[in-house]
């Protein structure tokens, strides 16, 4: 990264242990093995335990608890994990739920599951392990399809909206609490719940082709290059920094801070 290149001193990082939902594939997996590397404790949750396994196995630094966010004891069992490992500490809410669908089709539990997983959990996780989280930090992972509803996907874009409320609403509502909490837009990643939403057919998807033009462009990143953005943000960046600044890690004028190489290594080169 651009501080440890430069030969100057690094500040001390901001948190000492992470929890990250979602932990076993995409985003998750890359930052817990980021942070890992860091020298952070990890506790990553998730429903597939040989995907969890498979991650914890890059570090003995990370460990595995393996259940469904949106199920409270499952919860109950993360708050006190992160309690009992060393602060500061954070949680990184990574597990999301995208389902397609148009909205005069979509099936009541299927929208029901984009609130329980995008919102719900997140809300309920974040109050859960509150008590611990002094001096620590709370990082929502966001998504442009907040502002902007696609048809086919509109119930995870109205979820995201409702995911970002809820992270201003901490912000408010935790203001005189020691705890800073922030957000960022990743855009388009090489994920398996990409690739995935990419693969549905245009008439059942008509969202579709909008993706597919990032796609041809270049312009998806990798998991890895968002999990060095988004340790940056845990660890190096300070707190008012990080609760005021709408993150969005396509944003050149940060990039030197956190990275030495191109977002999107592929893309044409823009025309000056």
Known sequence: MAAAMSGEHEPE?????VLITGGGSGIGAAL????ASRGCD???????????????????RISVC???????AHRATLATALAGRPGPRAIFHAAGYFQTGLLDDLPLEQWRRSFEVNVEARWLLS?????????????FIGSDAGRSPRAGAAAYSIAQAGSETLRRALQAEWADRPVAVGAFKPG???????????SIPAAEFPARAAYEEYVSNGQVASPRDIARFGA???????????????WDVRDVDHHAEWSDRPLYPDAPPSES
């Open 13 to 17: 990082p901001q948190v000492a242990s």
């Open 188 to 198: 388009l990643v090489d994920t398996d719940m990409v690739r995935g939403f990419m």
């Open 127 to 139: 109050r859960a392990c509150a008590g611990s989280l002094d001096g620590g930090r709370v990082l």
């Open 232 to 246: 940056w943000l845990l660890l190096d960046v300070p707190v008012h920094r990080f609760e005021s600044t709408e």
């Open 32 to 35: 817990a093995v980021e942070l």
């Open 66 to 72: 393996v259940g469904d966010v949106t199920d409270d």
């Open 42 to 60: 990890v506790l990553i949750s998730g429903r597939r335990p040989e995907s969890l396994d498979e991650v914890a196995r890059s570090s003995p």
